[in-house]
Nanobody, 119 residues
Framework: QVQLVESGGGLVQAGGSLRLSCAASGRIFSINAMGWYRQAPGKQRELVAVSVNGGRTNYADSVKGRFTISRDNAKNTVYLQMNSLKPEDTAAYYC?????????????WGQGIQVTVSS
């Protein structure tokens, strides 16, 4: 099986920065994409940023210019550098990965990590 373990969340004041990390471990043949989603109370889960093999990245309009996604393929880890944080960025952040294992592609999720931005 594959596990995604997130770290780096917490409480920060508006305008501050946080860096989230997500490490994948287990029976991994290849990681095809890794990304971050978030879900605020009473709202649907939404895409924040995704990094696809080959270097292509995609961001939600609300975080463009403030958040940066990056990957360390040797460590099977994805990062989300979040700068100029706003109270509306407050949410549970979930790591997501499309991983090929045993000849099939699977969609894995982390357990979620809380980010709280105070005004």
């Amino acid at each position: 099986q594959v596990q995604l373990v997130e770290s780096g969340g917490g409480l920060v004041q508006a305008g501050g920065s946080l860096r989230l990390s997500c490490a994948a471990s287990g029976r991994i043949f290849s990681i095809n994409a890794m990304g971050w989603y978030r879900q605020a109370p009473g709202k649907q889960r939404e895409l924040v940023a995704v990094s696809v093999n080959g270097g292509r990245t995609n961001y939600a309009d609300s975080v463009k210019g403030r958040f940066t996604i990056s990957r360390d393929n040797a460590k099977n880890t994805v990062y989300l550098q979040m700068n100029s944080l706003k109270p509306e960025d407050t949410a549970a952040y979930y790591c997501n990965a499309l991983i090929t294992s045993g000849g099939y592609e699977y969609d894995y999720w982390g357990q979620g990590i809380q980010v709280t931005v105070s005004s």
